[in-house]
């Protein structure tokens, strides 16, 4: 048929004028051809390029009938579903995770791509293939006389409308989008180019008398009988399940079928081999040319098949990665389930199979699968469970495996493993039947006797193969040994299916393959799947969270999760990539808490000169791997190896989620080991935390978090964080609906502590045992941060002058205080002029507080704060019994220069201004530039400005630590002023 085409063309005048005489039509411009023939003839169906290719009907003598899609001379997909196929619908888990969206069928996209002109895309663009976008820049003449193959001669879009026009004469414009565009169903790469090419021409009146819609939706019942074709590609799919070599050697080898067909979801000979571990068959249809990549309708190649048999959803283990971790208040089930999960999920999985119970992910073992055994059965299983626990002791950590398990039971839940230890291992009475079942007994042995068991059942021929006969087995332990053999030969299938090109990336339906043995713990299969090119920046659908397996891997338990970060981590991976959970919050939400009692009324905080400088606000987003391992309250130790591996991969220790830093997190997680490895490898102990969170050192004195360590380690933290540089004078903002106040970590510590109300405000007598050893708890945290924060001060202070620093807090404390009680002792005009202070911050020099509290200073010196008379006695005892008498003796003798100077100086500046003063004006020459003040002072004339300037002269000469004596006083604290200095005596 094609050829009486080519004959309507015997020679074609191009605009150009350039003859392609004889030159046959490219395969391009023959692919449109295709079939409409009566409904007597054999065949009727879609051709390209001389070959079937598309959906198809073929009609036997005897009125039977091929039907389906076709590739040449074969069926490649049914329209019949076969009876043992395997469907997503059997993993209800997974559903969240099926977001892909089919792909549609566009024409005005293929003809875009059909002409293959994408500069950007294209790695072998070449400078002419841009001629031929360009039906000005034509070929050469008599090209055709160079080119030995016409079929491969380069058209011009023009001349291939043209030709397109000659061709399909009626049809013109032969490809309109109309109606509804088509989804595409299965998305291998051939299937998608026959789904596009049945798209073309599903409109044509040629092709309506046989039914070609019904094909693609895999209707079959419209035909007629099957045809030997299409009933030797089914029987094929059925030998591949039952894995015999033989009879498909027998098929494939005469060439009845292709080794490529599918049933109709998509279902292939290959998978069906595949997961039914028949390798020599996979082996056999892979050099047969079967596409080890094609997918099923619902997008599952052979190996994702694979994959979700091998992992099933229970041998996840729990993480907070995903949240799915139980919640530690209601107590888990079957507590050993996740941890045995590795062992149960081999034994589970074929007596799952048999009893067809889909996996729901859950981690509870189902009873009743094993219950539904025969009591001889069962007995078989506490003979078991008796003869290895005798052997205990002599087996106990001969193997890795065995020993693996006992750490992770160790390091894990600690409390889950003791319940199991404590239950009499094998009592006669226990009710073995209904509810208990063999993983109540100590497992490691168990394993390991399985192990052998299975070793030994591999070894023996008449092991049954398919886990379908195995159900008459009888005998526990031969089960698990056979499904523990059977969970070999899957993995065997798997590093097959690798090995012959199968392309782990593809195995994106439900969820990536590398995701699954992320989620299973499987360090041996992330390796395989790593060094197979899977690739790591995958990542969950955005809303699950848009996590990518690092992050999961770093909530793994065990020892698994840190080989498995280290793994990814060598294989190119983001080490800071973020999951799109930026509005979740970080809640262990274990306290419910009230708006806080503590009053803020826009307090200023620390003056500046107190703290160190502001680090630059950190990013915010969502949590990356290194905040989900801090997060962990599980395993400390291996949490700490995963946070270490992240941060030795320059993970970024100061990102923010949900307002915490890395470091904050492992605060509130309570692992204290994160913490050091963190504050070792330079994570910021000042970092700003958001969402009201103030620093490290805030989260630290937190109550929501004070479950989380002893008393003891939490002054011990707070010693690490101020040793590793926190600075407990960094402003901490406080807010409560519309009020906000500045104050410090203590005043944080503070407000948290009044918003337990029950706690802060009851007489302690009516408070219940445990409630007293909160508040006690809480009060003496508080206490010692108050401690540190007073310590900090006087640090603080001591690199100011001492004289000078108390004169400026006088200056500033008691004129308020002078409101209230007249101080006959102070000269008039002594204020200090505020430019010229020291900043003094206001807080209670006893409890650390300085939100919320009325300030009082010591009556007797002015030297300190103090926020009650509680605070004042205390502090009276603790430190200020010391101080007090030099502060007040350090006053005494300021203010008696202060209200002897004016006068000395107020009678010489009259000498002064006759020149007299000459002596003055040089001496005071060596304290430029603080004599301008002193003569503005004289020369302003007055008893006011002479005692503005003394004031502000003496000052200065304390902070310049000048040693003047005075005449006739011999003050200890001054210990010297001599007047006759300046001439003055
Ligand atoms: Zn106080
Ligand atoms: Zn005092």
């Known amino acids: 048929m094609r050829a009486g085409r080519m004959d309507a063309f015997p020679g074609k005048r191009l605009r150009s004028g350039r003859s392609f005489a004889g030159a046959k039509l490219s395969q391009h411009a023959a692919a449109r051809c295709h079939l409409a023939l009566p409904a007597v003839l054999p065949w009727q169906g879609l051709y390209k390029a001389d070959q079937r290719f598309g959906p198809g009907v073929e009609t036997y003598p005897d009125g039977s009938q091929d039907v389906g899609l076709w590739f040449r001379e074969h069926?490649?997909?049914?329209?019949?579903?076969?009876?043992?196929?395997?469907?997503?619908?059997?993993?209800?888990?997974?559903?969240?995770?099926?977001?892909?969206?089919?792909?549609?069928?566009?024409?005005?996209?293929e003809a875009e791509t059909e002409r293959g002109l994408q500069e950007g895309q294209d790695p072998f663009f070449y400078e002419y293939k841009r001629?031929?976008?360009?039906?000005?820049?034509?070929?050469?003449?008599?090209?055709?006389?160079?080119?030995?193959?016409?079929?491969?001669?380069?058209?011009?879009?023009?001349?291939?409308?043209?030709?397109?026009?000659?061709?399909?004469?009626?049809?013109?414009?032969?490809?309109?989008?109309?109606?509804?565009?088509?989804?595409?169903?299965?998305?291998?790469?051939?299937?998608?180019?026959?789904?596009?090419?049945?798209y073309r021409f599903r409109n044509k009146p040629e092709h309506s008398s046989w039914n070609m819609g019904a094909i693609l939706e895999g209707k079959r019942s419209g035909f007629a009988l099957c045809g030997p074709k299409e009933g030797l590609a089914m029987e094929m799919i059925l030998k591949a399940e039952e894995g015999n070599h033989d009879w498909i050697y027998g098929v494939l080898k005469d060439n009845f079928a292709s080794a490529d067909v599918a049933d109709a979801k998509g279902y292939t000979v290959l998978a069906a081999a595949a997961t039914h571990c028949h390798n020599h068959v996979v082996s056999l249809l892979l050099d047969c040319g079967a596409d080890v990549n094609k997918c099923s309708d619902e997008g599952l190649t052979p190996l994702s098949m694979c994959f979700?048999?091998?992992?099933?959803?229970?041998?996840?283990?729990?993480?907070?990665?995903?949240?799915?971790?139980?919640?530690?208040?209601?107590?888990?089930?079957?507590p050993v389930a996740p941890i045995l999960s590795s062992f149960m999920d081999t034994n589970l999985e074929s007596l799952n199979y048999e009893v067809n119970v889909p996996s729901q992910g859950s981690y509870e073992l189902r009873p009743h699968v094993l219950g539904s055994q025969e009591r001889g059965v069962s007995q078989g299983t506490r003979l078991?469970?008796?003869?290895?626990?005798?052997?205990?002791?002599?087996?106990?950590?001969?193997?890795?495996?065995?020993?693996?398990?006992?750490?992770?039971?160790?390091?894990?839940?600690?409390?889950?493993?003791?319940?199991?230890?404590?239950?009499?291992?094998?009592?006669?009475?226990?009710?073995?039947?209904?509810n208990v079942c063999v993983c109540s007994f100590p497992i490691?042995?168990?394993?390991?006797?399985?192990?052998?068991?299975?070793?030994?059942?591999?070894?023996?021929?008449?092991?049954?193969?398919?886990?379908?006969?195995?159900?008459?087995?009888?005998?526990?332990?031969?089960?698990?040994?056979?499904?523990?053999?059977?969970?070999?030969?899957?993995?065997?299938?798997?590093?097959?299916?690798?090995?012959?090109?199968?392309?782990?990336?593809l195995c994106r339906v439900p969820v990536q393959g590398l995701f699954l043995a992320v989620k299973a713990g499987d360090t041996d299969g992330v390796r395989l799947l790593l060094e197979r090119g899977a690739r790591t920046d995958v990542r969950f659908?955005?809303?699950?969270?848009?996590?990518?397996?690092?992050?999961?891997?770093?909530?793994?338990?065990?020892?698994?999760?840190?080989?498995?970060?280290?793994?990814?981590?060598?294989?190119?991976?983001?080490?800071?990539?973020?999951?799109?959970?930026?509005?979740?919050?970080?809640?262990?939400?274990?306290?419910?808490?009230?708006?806080?009692?503590?009053?803020?009324?826009?307090?200023?905080?620390?003056?500046?000169?107190?703290?160190?400088?502001?680090?630059p606000l950190p990013e915010e987003g969502g949590r990356t791997a290194l905040h989900v391992a801090c997060e962990r309250e599980d395993s400390n130790k291996c949490a700490r190896d995963i946070v270490r591996l992240l941060l030795s991969h320059r993970a970024n220790p100061d990102l923010l989620w949900s307002g915490h830093s890395p470091l904050s997190l492992s605060i509130a997680s309570g692992n204290d080991l994160v913490v050091k490895e963190l504050l070792t490898q330079g994570a910021d102990p000042n970092l700003p935390l958001t969402k009201g969170l103030g620093s490290a050192l805030c989260v630290a004195c937190d109550l929501t978090y004070e479950h989380q360590r002893s008393m003891d380690s939490r002054?011990?933290?707070?010693?690490?964080?101020?040793?590793?540089?926190?600075?407990?004078?960094?402003?901490?903002?406080?807010?409560?609906?519309?009020?906000?106040?500045?104050?410090?970590?203590?005043?944080?510590g503070y407000f948290k502590f009044f918003q337990d109300r029950k706690i802060a405000h009851s007489p302690f007598h009516t408070l219940m045992p445990a409630e007293r050893e909160a508040f006690v708890a809480r009060k003496r945290l508080l206490e010692y941060m108050g401690l540190q924060l007073r310590q900090a001060v006087f640090a603080k202070e001591s690199q100011w002058d001492p004289t000078w620093l108390y004169l400026c807090k006088r200056a500033e404390l008691i004129p308020s205080h002078r409101m209230k009680k007249k101080s006959p002792s102070l000269p008039k005009g002594l204020d200090v002029k505020e430019r010229k202070q020291i900043p003094f911050f206001k807080f209670c020099y006893q409890c650390g507080r300085s939100v919320g509290v009325r300030l009082l200073p010591c009556p007797r010196c002015y030297g300190i704060l103090t926020c009650s008379k509680y605070c004042k006695t205390k502090a009276w005892a603790e430190f200020h019994k010391k101080d007090c008498g030099d502060l007040v003796a350090m006053g005494r003798s300021a203010l008696r220069l202060a209200a002897r100077l004016p006068l000395l100086l107020s009678a010489k500046a009259r000498a002064w201004g006759s020149g007299e003063g000459t002596?003055?004006?040089?001496?005071?020459?060596?304290?430029?530039?603080?004599?301008?003040?002193?003569?503005?002072?004289?020369?302003?004339?007055?008893?006011?400005?002479?005692?503005?300037?003394?004031?502000?002269?003496?000052?200065?000469?304390?902070?310049?630590?000048?040693?003047?004596?005075?005449?006739?006083?011999?003050?200890?604290?001054?210990?010297?002023?001599?007047?006759?200095?300046?001439?003055?005596?």
């Not at 997909?77 to 997974?94: D, I």
């Not at 006389?145 to 009626?170: C, G, K, W």
């Not at 099933?312 to 107590?331: G, L």
């Not at 926190?726 to 500045?742: F, M, S, W, Y």
Request: proline share 9%; glycine share 6%.
């Open 75 to 109: 069926l490649i997909k049914l329209c019949t579903p076969s009876p043992g196929g395997f469907s997503l619908l059997s993993y209800p888990e997974f559903s969240s995770f099926l977001t892909h969206s089919a792909a549609r069928i566009s024409l005005a996209e």
């Open 131 to 198: 001629l031929l976008l360009h039906d000005d820049l034509t070929l050469p003449p008599e090209m055709c006389v160079y080119s030995t193959d016409s079929e491969h001669l380069p058209m011009t879009s023009s001349f291939r409308q043209e030709l397109d026009a000659r061709i399909f004469l009626n049809d013109i414009p032969p490809f309109v989008e109309d109606g509804e565009p088509w989804f595409i169903t299965n998305e291998t790469p051939l299937l998608v180019r026959i789904q596009k090419q049945t």
């Open 308 to 334: 979700l048999l091998y992992y099933p959803a229970r041998s996840f283990k729990p993480n907070i990665a995903e949240r799915t971790v139980p919640k530690p208040q209601e107590p888990p089930k079957l």
């Open 384 to 434: 078991s469970g008796k003869s290895v626990d005798r052997r205990s002791s002599s087996l106990k950590g001969d193997s890795p495996l065995v020993k693996g398990s006992l750490g992770h039971v160790e390091s894990g839940l600690e409390d889950a493993p003791r319940n199991t230890n404590q239950r009499p291992p094998c009592s006669a009475e226990t009710n073995l039947e209904s």
């Open 444 to 505: 490691e042995l168990s394993q390991a006797m399985l192990e052998k068991s299975a070793q030994s059942h591999s070894l023996l021929r008449t092991a049954s193969p398919s886990p379908r006969t195995s159900s008459s087995d009888k005998g526990t332990i031969r089960r698990m040994a056979l499904s523990m053999l059977e969970r070999k030969r899957r993995w065997r299938t798997i590093q097959l299916l690798l090995r012959r090109g199968a392309d782990p990336n």
């Open 541 to 615: 659908p955005p809303q699950l969270g848009a996590l990518t397996p690092l992050h999961i891997a770093a909530a793994l338990p065990g020892e698994e999760g840190v080989r498995i970060v280290e793994l990814l981590l060598h294989a190119i991976t983001d080490v800071d990539a973020k999951a799109a959970d930026e509005d979740d919050t970080y809640d262990p939400g274990r306290v419910d808490l009230l708006p806080s009692s503590l009053k803020l009324s826009n307090e200023p905080g620390p003056p500046r000169a107190y703290y160190g400088t502001h680090p």
């Open 715 to 748: 002054l011990a933290l707070i010693d690490r964080l101020l040793s590793h540089g926190a600075d407990i004078l960094k402003p901490v903002t406080l807010r409560q609906g519309e009020k906000v106040a500045v104050g410090t970590a203590v005043d944080y």
């Open 919 to 985: 002596l003055v004006s040089r001496n005071l020459s060596r304290f430029r530039p603080l004599s301008q003040h002193f003569q503005m002072g004289l020369l302003g004339g007055g008893r006011q400005g002479a005692t503005e300037a003394a004031w502000l002269f003496l000052t200065y000469c304390g902070s310049e630590r000048l040693v003047l004596t005075l005449a006739g006083d011999t003050t200890p604290s001054w210990q010297s002023w001599n007047m006759d200095l300046w001439g003055l005596s």
